[in-house]
Nanobody, 128 residues
Framework: QVQLEESGGGLVQAGGSLRLSCAPS????????GGWFRQAPGKEREFVAA????????YFADSVKGRFAISRDNAKNTVYLQMNSLKPEDTAVYYC?????????????????????WGQGTQVTVSS
């Protein structure tokens, strides 16, 4: 089993930045890829970004492309979602997810059903 712990959410003004962290524990060697999703009130969980856990082969939703980036701290085995130029429409609970299978298509990485493990979520609120 793998447990994922997110942190870094908070309240920020439009145009500001936040960095979310996703730290895995447990059978971390089984993780092959990871993703970030978000869910706003009354809406379905949507894809934000994903890629191989090693840090390469990343995909981003069109709505965040050019503003968000994924990075990794190998020493901590932690993945980060750097969010810049935040907009009020970015307000949501953000979830980290991880998968053990080696399917790396965009279709798989962008689907909620493509993941085996989920974090508890962290709230991001962007004020206008």
């Amino acid at each position: 089993q793998v447990q994922l712990e997110e942190s870094g959410g908070g309240l920020v003004q439009a145009g500001g930045s936040l960095r979310l962290s996703c730290a895995p524990s447990g059978r971390t060697s089984s993780i092959y890829a990871g993703g970030w999703f978000r869910q706003a009130p009354g809406k379905e969980r949507e894809f934000v970004a994903a890629g191989r856990w090693s840090g390469d082969l990343t995909y981003f939703a069109d709505s965040v492309k050019g503003r968000f980036a994924i990075s990794r701290d190998n020493a901590k085995n932690t993945v980060y979602l750097q969010m810049n130029s935040l907009k009020p429409e970015d307000t949501a609970v953000y979830y980290c997810a991880a998968k053990s299978n080696q399917e790396l298509s965009l279709r798989s990485l962008s689907s909620v059903t493509g993941y085996d493990y989920w974090g508890q979520g962290t709230q991001v609120t962007v004020s206008s």
